[in-house]
């Protein structure tokens, strides 16, 4: 009777296992990046965002940027080179991987997404030497923006 209730015990095991893994994978969802295919600072903040946050990153070059942007409601003055999509939430420019990871870990009320303006040099994809701009990642949704992080 002990190896049947053993074999049983081994068994629920294995399929609980089988269960959270399978669960596990169908989380794994990749991020998808959008960008012009003539810039090339949008490779290097990818290769920021894979280490930051082990993220499959799926690139798109078949839609028009200002298209992308105007969809997904990324402000104006807030535009950059490229676009990412992340859970939900729009990444937009040379935002930095701790406040991708942060926003996913927190998941503050109305925010629709994090933007950082422009191309300021020492964000993650514009290392320039050691040169760096002082810049703010600005989250945005319908109450408007607000900052959400400084650097440097």
């Known amino acids: 009777m002990a190896f049947k209730h053993n074999t049983a015990r081994n068994l629920a095991s294995a399929v609980a296992l089988l269960a ?6 169908a989380q794994a969802v990749p991020y998808v990046m959008f960008r012009d295919p003539g810039c090339g600072c949008c490779h290097e903040w990818a290769k920021h965002v894979r280490e930051g946050l082990q993220a499959e990153i799926v690139m798109r070059e078949d839609v028009p940027m200002p298209q992308v942007k105007a969809a997904r409601g990324v402000p104006l003055a807030l535009a950059s080179c490229h676009t990412m999509e992340v859970e939900g939430y729009v990444i937009e420019g040379h935002v930095p991987a701790a406040e991708i990871k942060r ?50």
């Open 20 to 25: 959270a893994s399978c669960t596990g994978a």
């Open 103 to 152: 926003l996913l870990r927190e998941r503050p009320k109305g925010v629709k997404g994090l933007a950082v303006a422009g191309m300021p040099l020492g964000s993650p994809g514009m290392e320039m030497g050691g040169r760096t701009q002082p810049y703010q990642v600005i989250a945005f949704g319908d109450f408007g923006q607000r900052v959400f992080a400084r650097y440097p």
